[in-house]
């Protein structure tokens, strides 16, 4: 799940350092890779570049980009699959709540579609109310996933 623009520079990437062994990011002495500590001294050196002032670490970026993806609607599921992990568990830490996703959520009342209003009842908002003042029972809209009820034969 790479952006289009980053697949680009990997691929210049790969031209000029005509890489020769399996290594994406081969350290300084053949058939090794980058340490640990090296990417992490290349996030604080782009951190400080791009003035960010809190500490930046390659977790908090996968925590970041799993939360990002989870306030955009995509699957836990789907997340548990992008992060590499065999557990599920081990997903659901990503999977707190946001304000993002508070503001989203939507009453099941909201879904529920208003009755016509007949004779000797006024529509009010949302709500069909007979002249007495009582709400006429309204009816779900059906989910699209959901199949309509089945009728007795």
């Known amino acids: 799940m790479l952006p289009r623009r980053l697949l680009e520079v990997l691929r210049e990437y790969f031209r000029e350092a005509r890489l020769v062994g399996p290594e994406l990011f081969p350290g300084g002495k053949p058939g090794t890779v980058l340490s640990r500590n090296a990417v992490n001294k290349a996030l604080r050196l782009a951190a400080a570049r791009a003035a960010i002032r809190k500490r930046v ?8 980009f799993a939360t990002h993806l989870l306030e955009a609607g995509t699957d836990l599921r789907a997340l548990q699959v992008l992060l590499g992990q065999v557990s599920i568990r081990s997903t659901v830490c ?21 009755a016509r209003a007949t004779a000797g009842e006024r529509e009010v908002g949302p709500m069909v109310r007979r002249a007495t ?21």
């Open 57 to 64: 670490t390659p977790h908090a970026l996968r925590r970041a």
């Open 133 to 153: 003042g009582a709400p006429v029972a309204t009816q779900p809209v059906p989910s699209p996933k959901t199949p309509p009820p089945r009728r007795a034969a």
């Open 94 to 114: 990503y999977a707190q709540v946001s304000p993002v996703m508070i503001r989203r959520a939507q009453s099941p009342a909201d879904r529920l579609q208003p």
